[in-house]
T-cell receptor
């Protein structure tokens, strides 16, 4: 079964704290992609990162970093020195492509991050 | 380059009516996917169109349909609206190569009264 679990419904932090958003996925495919999206109050989903199943290297982009571990089926997202502008709902998503070519995304339930000044 | 454009941004309809939502993808993108977002069900996949053909479909009733035109623009239609169809409908544009990065529009917020 294909599934993405984001167990943290809501996280509140004070500005400059580091915060990690957890994502656990389930898939029977060996070839897949994992994504993180940010949804600010305006509603649009903003693409943050895509990682394929063969690349377990961690990635860092400014204050953002991602830790992909196939052994635990996790793809966690860390924001370092959080800022108020990071307040949003963050979604983890899975795309399976072995069965047929598709860009269909399976989303987790999202984690609402509130960063207080 | 221009992003994904969805129209209209807001809609209020009455139960039993039908509605058509429009999505213009990023130039060069051949895949358009539609998602429904509600507080209770989260983000759910409706369907995906690629080169004017539906190549994937989610678990939604037949009242939900879509199409894609030769210029990759897509429309989705919901007939016989129900209160439960009230949601944010998001369109995603991508290259369609399998696991491609998907870029989303701002969505159409549909309210059924």
């Amino acid at each position: 079964a294909q599934k993405v679990t984001q167990a943290q419904t809501e996280i509140s932090v004070v500005e400059k704290e580091d915060v990690t958003l957890d994502c656990v996925y389930e898939t029977r495919d060996t070839t897949y992609y994992l994504f993180w999206y940010k949804q600010p109050p305006s509603g649009e989903l903003v693409f943050l990162i895509r990682r394929n199943s063969f690349d377990e290297q961690n990635e860092i982009s400014g204050r953002y970093s991602w830790n992909f571990q196939k052994s635990t089926s996790s793809f966690n997202f860390t924001i370092t020195a959080s800022q108020v502008v990071d307040s949003a709902v963050y979604f983890c998503a899975l795309s399976e492509i072995r069965s047929y070519n598709t860009d269909k995304l399976i989303f987790g339930t999202g984690t609402r991050l509130q960063v207080f000044p | 380059k221009a992003g994904v454009t969805q129209t209209p941004r807001y809609l209020i309809k009455t139960r039993g009516q039908q509605v058509t939502l429009s999505c213009s993808p990023i130039s060069g993108h051949r895949s358009v996917s539609w998602y429904q977002q509600t507080p209770g069900q989260g983000l759910q996949f409706l369907f995906e169109y690629f080169s004017e053909t539906q190549r994937n479909k989610g678990n939604f009733p037949g009242r939900f349909s879509g199409r894609q035109f030769s210029n990759s623009r897509s429309e989705m239609n919901v007939s016989t609206l129900e209160l439960g169809d009230s949601a944010l409908y998001l369109c995603a544009s991508s290259l369609g190569q399998g696991g491609s990065e998907a870029f989303f529009g701002q969505g159409t917020r549909l309210t059924v009264v």
